[in-house]
Every structure is written in structure tokens, then in C-alpha cells.
């Protein structure tokens, strides 16, 4: 996927009244406010009470969903080979949000200081924190590609990395 892609599914979710955060890859390039790789997909967290409305523009769209894990996550694709990952989240008065795991008892917790500004191509993007990116690359054997992000994220922003 390329920026301008990227670019242009937020400007479509926007649109829409959706309000969305760019995490992974992306994510991680938004915060260092470059391209530092390749990506296949785009994973954006969304609030789930704006899911009716993301689903709508992005089917408006041309992408279809292909994978349904909700409450936890769903995958829609476009006949391009674009893929959107999608993270529902549901936010509390302070501003901190929780996102279903499939272990039920231990959700995903986003705390609201984690919900920032990067930037794709010189423009602004809403995306998660270094700190919200190194939570979610916790638990399992990580790749060189995740080894090279967690890198990045440690120089950049001196942040604790567990690899």
C-alpha cells in the first residue's frame, strides 16, 4: 500500500464521520514522519460506534470484507490488493479506550495519552503513540521487520523495546 493510498482511505473515513488511528507499519512511519518500509496493509483502530459508517464508505469503495474476527478485529480488501485491517475500539469518558482480545478477561487497553499525531507524506495523521506500538509487539516471536521497527521506535524515542 502506498501513502497516497493511505491518504485516501483516511480522507474517505473522514468524510464519513469516522474517526480512526493509524497503528502498525503505518503507524510507526506516521510517528517517525517518513517512509521507512514496504506495507501490505493498513491497520487503523476506529471507534465501534462509528462502525456502521466506516463499513458503508468502505464498501462504497469497492472493498469487501474477507475476514471477521469481532469483536477483536476485521479485514476488508479491495479487488487492487489493498487491505485495511480493523481494530474496534470503545472509549471511556477519560478518553482511554479497550479493544476485545480473544481472551475476553484481558483486553486490549489504549490509555488516552496514546492517541497522537504523525505524519504520511507531510500531512498529518491521527495514529498511536511509540509507547502504544511497543505494547502491541509484546507476546510473541517477533520478525525482522518487527525487529527493525522496534529499532526505529527506540532511536527515535528512546522508548523500552522487550527485543
Given amino acids: 500500500m502506498e501513502a497516497a493510498e493511505v491518504l485516501s482511505v483516511l480522507e474517505l473515513l473522514r468524510g464519513a464521520g469516522v474517526d480512526v488511528w493509524v497503528g502498525g507499519g503505518w503507524g510507526i512511519d506516521a510517528l517517525l514522519g517518513r517512509r ?9 483502530m476506529h471507534r465501534r460506534e462509528h462502525e456502521p459508517a466506516l463499513l458503508a464508505a468502505l464498501a462504497g469503495a469497492g472493498f ?13 480488501a479491495h479487488a487492487d490488493g489493498r487491505e485495511i485491517d480493523l481494530h474496534p475500539l470503545v472509549f471511556a469518558a477519560d478518553g482511554s479506550a479497550v479493544q476485545a482480545s480473544l481472551e475476553p478477561e484481558r ?3 489504549y490509555p488516552a495519552s496514546c492517541f497522537v499525531t504523525g505524519a504520511i507524506a ?10 502504544q506500538q511497543v505494547y502491541f509487539h509484546q507476546g510473541y516471536e517477533p520478525t525482522d521487520r518487527d525487529r527493525r521497527d522496534m529499532a526505529q521506535l527506540r532511536r527515535a524515542f528512546g522508548v523500552t523495546t522487550h527485543f
Fill in 36 to 44: 521507512t518500509r514496504d506495507h501490505r496493509d493498513l491497520d487503523l
Fill in 64 to 76: 469487501t470484507e474477507t475476514v471477521d474476527w469481532r469483536p477483536v478485529r476485521f479485514v476488508f
Fill in 122 to 131: 507531510g500531512v498529518a495523521v491521527p495514529c498511536l503513540s511509540a509507547e
Fill in 107 to 109: 483486553p486490549f487497553r
